[in-house]
């Protein structure tokens, strides 16, 4: 069951164009650093969440349910901005990352770059990806 938001969300919510699927692309950025750390998706009640508690909440649309960054993992992102782009179809997180942000146990999903013309990793592993999140 959707759980309504408050009120006082309800306008900057409105201001966020979802997709026919219900979802928008949302990037988590490093508040400091401006790090790229990984690209999720949202529904309505993800975004009203991390509004309302100030800890990054995401769409699974592998688990079919909301995603709570670090639930079980520790690996948790606290929301310093929420910002909307120029057509209000795709969001910004400026968060503060506690450990890592990827499932591969590294601190960034890019972690892959294209250097002469070849798929190079750029970043290692810092921890145990068995590591549910």
């Given at each position: 069951m959707?759980?309504e938001p408050?009120p006082?969300?309800?306008?900057?919510?409105?201001?966020?164009?979802?997709g026919?699927?219900g979802?928008?692309p949302?990037?988590?950025?490093?508040?400091?650093?401006g790090?790229?750390?990984?690209?999720?998706?949202?529904?309505?009640?993800?975004?009203?969440?991390t509004l309302?508690?100030?800890?990054?909440?995401?769409w699974?649309?592998?688990?079919?349910?909301?995603?709570?960054?670090g639930?079980?993992?520790?690996q948790f992102q606290?929301?310093?901005?929420?910002?909307?782009?120029?057509?209000?179809?795709?969001?910004?997180?400026m968060v503060d990352?506690?450990?890592?942000?990827?499932?591969?146990?590294?601190?960034s999903?890019?972690?892959?770059?294209?250097?002469?013309?070849?798929?190079?990793?750029v970043?290692?592993v810092?921890?145990?990806?068995?590591?549910?999140d």
């Amino acid at each position: 069951m959707t759980k309504e938001p408050e009120p006082v969300l309800t306008p900057l919510l409105d201001a966020i164009v979802f997709g026919a699927d219900g979802l928008v692309p949302a990037v988590a950025q490093q508040h400091d650093s401006g790090e790229v750390l990984m690209l999720a998706w949202m529904n309505r009640e993800a975004v009203a969440e991390t509004l309302r508690t100030g800890r990054a909440c995401y769409w699974s649309r592998s688990r079919g349910r909301l995603w709570r960054k670090g639930e079980t993992s520790g690996q948790f992102q606290r929301l310093v901005e929420l910002r909307l782009d120029c057509d209000g179809d795709a969001l910004l997180l400026m968060v503060d990352q506690t450990g890592v942000a990827c499932h591969t146990g590294r601190r960034s999903c890019f972690f892959r770059a294209v250097r002469d013309g070849r798929l190079e990793t750029v970043a290692e592993v810092l921890i145990d990806p068995a590591t549910p999140d």
